[in-house]
């Protein structure tokens, strides 16, 4: 991590929860995270863990019966949780944008592409002039690297492919510039072939506009590629964060480990596939101490009643797990 | 644009078999009445000499498929036979039912928009107010309204506003707007009912959609989202059913005009069954059969252009 | 008349799937009858159809009076104590003849369904189990019969067969039929599909008995939802055709052919109308209420709040 890097969102303490008639679900359990400026960040966890709800709380999008009922999210200096949605709008595609999982779903069928691209930036950009309007349409498609923008302009979604809306998502997202882009499973449900494009183009991309990302995947090779920082969750808490290569080269959480070593490397020899044991808690029912203590091989009795704290256990290498007490206090940084 | 027409010829070319099959039904009707068909279509107290000059004229005594072919030539010359009942003998039932085809047509075409005015903005409300005061009295209301049938809702119409109110006609033309204005709110509400739960279960199913999210994560005012987008989505299977709904209108015409002695094709058709006119009653089932496939034709076709996708199939 | 899009399809499969989940059938049924209980519109359904019904049946033994008897002197008077809904014009005791019009309306009711149901499921069940060419055909008639509104189909026929209550019930069972077929056809497709997976392992002639033992339970439930609210439909239809002259005819004296008969005195003595109305819309509203009510209750999506 680069000293004298200024954090563009800082997030302590988030709580998000959902009140069903059944109980209440605790989907984020006191999440700290911070993203630079200019810098990718990864959030790994599996389906479940809450990854998702971190970008929607982020952007106020928590869907009814769950809302944020703790912590602040400071972006550039400002508690987005405060603002009201009048506000909040004018963040929302303008200074944080977000890439949703499934491209099929996310864009409005009936709507052409350049209707779609044309609401976002005249909202955004005050541009209303329909040449003008037209002329940034297709600069937005050439920047997301599609071969005949004209004529997919004039599309619907229907009529592309997955890859292709991916990249129109991407565009929508990125069309205005922003200072923050959540990407939400950008590759999930794309060929393995063109994942790789999307990525490249990501990454590309946000470094021409001077963006930070947040890149939120269940796989490993995904982050391992984009990000400079991965932070991994579980059960609604962030159990480790390093950089990209400090956290394959050590890491220290047992579910880090447990992830890292599941996954089949190639060239290496393996009769069977290593599994965690066991399954996600129940995120309705309140536990006291680590989220992990059923499915790791070296829970102690302090790990069932007490909740670890996040420790800096050396520079930028943050975990929470009573294995690694050493480092101090919990450093905000 | 291209594919919207290719898709308008596929659907024409559907309908021809439709349209064949029910005048094939119609042809058939004849021979469902009791007793000889030619009692159905001659005058009461007819002489024997009488009887054989109809048969002649029906072509009664031709075999099956030549009276069809008979039959199809015919109506599609527009002769749609003549009727036999009182007060009625001997005109035309073409005739008959071209100078009344404007007046049902317009009780429907009131009763149509009626019933999307009053169930759109209903079931949108609903939905955006799921499970407050307001969707509960609009669901109680369409469960009532729906579980009414046409005739008791004009009934009940016709005693309190022209029996007890006394604001408006009972019956005929002469009153102008105010004459068609009761048989046209019984049809429009009696089928508001069903448009309204069809617009808030769409609207409730669209509005949890990933493309809605996304669209309040670009910033689209909230207004834009429900109104432009989520409106524009939710009310595809809504048109859908338009065709259905035109049907419904048919029959309910044929129903409410009944009520209200309005002068349509239905009261035509109710009246010709009393007077054991068959002829006309033919006519006149032809006629809305042709309606509801003609209704049904520009139903889908409107929504096919309002629904890029549907072009494909 | 028209329904509503039920998607009877997915209902078909979650059905299928969430009674394997629950052990069976037996079990099945008595989860259904427990979350009915709970449902307020089963409740409130069942017992507007079991008092409607049970005026039914023991009209004959009530103590009102002869539906058939007019009274020259009693001609056209509005409610009273001696009669609750009036007389009508020929002196007869409205009270009694709603109710005795109740087994009428009821017994036409539910009789054109259950022949509507059984012409569906015949057609349906020998598209899905043919296939092909036969399939083919009966598809499209569904098709037909689906689009075109029951309604006008049982005017037509109706009205050419002439007024009589074996009439009536033949005009709305051939018109209404389609939506059971489709139901059922549905069913028998996939089970058909899964059937040709194991065809393979030369199961031969247990065909047809899989056909009709897997088919039949598991499109048990749809088919009551869709049977209590083609009971409502049907007695919609028998009383608006009733009302237009071509339903049934006395001595089997409707509620509808009593709107027929009181149109006319609607000015002086609306109670000769207004109170078969009612009638009508209850027993409506009723078997409209359990319909809806068992849907709710059969479909599982129905439990708690997604997402």
């Known amino acids: 991590m680069t000293p004298g890097r200024k954090p563009i969102l800082e997030i302590r303490g988030l709580r998000t929860q959902f009140f069903l008639q059944e109980g209440t679900v605790t989907a984020l359990d006191g999440i700290d995270l911070t993203v630079y400026e200019r810098e990718s960040v990864g959030i790994v966890g599996e389906t479940g863990c809450g990854k998702s709800m971190t970008a929607f709380s982020i952007l106020r999008l928590v869907p009814h019966p769950g809302r944020i009922t703790g912590g602040s999210i400071q972006f550039k200096g400002i508690d987005i949780t405060k603002l009201d949605l009048d506000q909040m709008r004018g963040i929302r595609g303008k200074r944080i944008s977000m890439i949703f999982q499934d491209p099929s779903t996310s864009l409005d069928p009936v709507f052409t592409i350049r209707q779609q691209l044309g609401e976002v930036i005249s909202l955004h950009q005050n541009v209303y002039d329909r040449a003008q309007l037209d002329a940034r349409i297709l600069e937005a498609l050439r920047l997301v690297r599609i071969a005949a923008p004209e004529s997919v302009m004039r599309q619907y979604p229907h009529e592309l492919s997955g890859g292709m809306k991916q990249r129109v998502m991407i565009a929508l997202a990125l069309s205005c510039s922003p200072e923050l882009l959540i990407a939400d499973e950008p590759t999930t449900a794309l060929d393995v072939t063109i994942q790789a494009q999307v990525l490249n183009l990501l990454k590309d991309l946000i470094r021409t506009t001077g963006s930070s990302m947040m890149l939120i995947t269940h796989n490993l090779g995904v982050v391992a590629e984009t990000c400079d920082r991965i932070c991994i969750m579980y059960a609604g808490r962030i159990v480790e964060e390093a950089e990209t290569f400090e956290l394959f080269a050590s890491p220290l959480h047992p579910y880090t480990q447990g992830l890292l070593a599941a996954f089949p490397k190639l060239g290496e020899q393996k009769d069977e596939l290593l599994v965690i044991r066991g399954t996600v808690p129940n995120l309705m029912k309140p536990f006291p101490g680590c989220s992990f203590v059923d499915r790791c091989d070296r829970a102690t009795e302090k790990c069932r009643s007490v909740r670890p704290t996040r420790m800096e256990v050396s520079p930028g290498h943050f975990v929470s797990c009573h294995l690694h007490p050493s480092g101090g206090e919990v450093s905000r940084v | 644009m291209a594919d919207l027409i290719s898709y308008v010829i596929r659907k024409l070319l559907l309908a021809i078999p439709v349209v064949i099959l029910a005048t094939l039904i119609v042809f058939l009707l004849l021979y469902l009445t009791p007793g000889d068909p030619v009692s159905a279509l001659s005058p009461p107290h007819a002489t024997a000499a009488q009887l054989d000059a109809i048969r002649e004229k029906w072509g009664l005594l031709d075999p099956p498929y030549v009276q069809y072919g008979k039959f199809l030539w015919r109506i599609s010359h527009g002769d749609l036979g003549t009727s036999i009942g009182f007060g009625t003998r001997d005109i035309a039932v073409s005739s008959l039912i071209t100078e009344r085809l404007s007046n049902t047509l317009m009780l429907m075409g009131i009763g149509l928009a009626i019933s999307y005015s009053m169930g759109i903005p209903l079931g949108i409300l609903a939905a955006l107010r799921q499970n407050k005061a307001a969707d509960r009295v609009i669901m109680v209301f369409t469960l009532v309204t729906y579980a009414m049938p046409s005739f008791w809702l004009g009934l009940l119409f016709l005693l309190l506003f022209s029996v007890y109110l006394g604001w408006l006609p009972a019956e005929g033309t002469t009153g102008g707007f105010g004459s068609i204005i009761l048989p046209a709110m019984t049809l429009g509400i009696g089928n508001a009912a069903l448009t309204t739960r069809m617009m808030r279960s769409s609207m409730l199913e669209v509005i949890r959609m990933d493309h809605i999210t996304q669209l309040r994560s670009r910033g689209i005012p909230e207004r834009e989202v429900i109104f432009k987008h989520a409106l524009k989505n939710a009310i595809l299977p809504v048109i859908t059913v338009i065709g259905l709904d035109i049907g419904w209108f048919v029959g309910g015409a044929v129903v409410v005009e009944t009520v209200f002695s309005w002068p349509g094709i239905g009261l035509l058709m109710t009246r010709g069954i009393l007077n054991a006119d068959f002829p006309v009653v033919q006519g006149c089932i032809l006629v809305m059969a042709f309606f509801v496939i003609i209704g049904n034709l520009m139903a889908d076709v409107f929504y096919a252009y309002v629904d890029p996708r549907v072009r494909l199939g | ?307």
């Open chain 3, 1 to 307: 008349m028209k329904r509503m899009r039920m998607s009877p399809r997915r209902m078909l499969n979650d059905t299928l799937l969430s009674w394997k989940a629950r052990g069976g059938f037996r079990q099945t049924v008595a989860e259904i009858i427990e979350r009915g209980k709970r449902n307020a519109m089963v409740v409130i359904g069942t017992t507007i159809i079991v008092i409607l019904i049970s005026l039914a049946i023991l009209a004959p033994v009530l103590p009102i009076s002869d539906p058939a008897m007019q009274n020259p002197n009693a001609e056209e008077l509005s409610p009273t104590w001696n009669h609750w809904f009036g007389t009508d014009n020929l002196g007869h005791d409205v009270f009694s003849r709603v109710i005795w019009g109740a087994r009428i309306s009821l017994f036409v009711g539910t009789v054109a369904v259950l022949f509507s149901l059984l012409i569906g499921m015949t057609l349906g069940l020998t598209a899905g189990y043919f296939g092909g060419k036969i399939d083919y055909l009966i598809s499209g008639a569904i098709d037909l019969f689906w689009t075109f509104p029951a309604f006008l189909l049982a005017l037509a026929f109706a009205s050419a067969l002439g007024p009589s209550l074996s009439n009536v019930m033949l005009a709305i069972a051939v018109s209404y039929w389609a939506g059971f077929a489709r139901l059922v056809r549905g069913q028998a497709l996939t089970v058909r599909e899964r059937q040709f997976v194991e065809a393979s392992r030369a199961l031969g002639a247990n065909n047809r008995r899989i056909m009709f033992t897997h088919v039949l339970p598991n499109c048990l439930a749809p088919l009551i939802v869709w049977a209590s609210i083609g009971v409502a439909d049907a007695i919609t239809i028998e009383s608006s055709l009733s009302f237009l002259g071509v339903g049934t005819q006395p001595p089997a004296a409707s509620w509808g052919y009593m709107l027929y008969r009181g149109k006319t005195f609607i000015e002086e003595a609306p109670w000769i109308s207004v109170f078969p109305g009612i009638a009508i819309l209850i027993a409506i509203l009723g078997f409209n209420l359990l319909g809806d009510g068992l849907r709710d209750v059969l479909d599982p999506r129905l439990k708690g709040l997604r997402r």
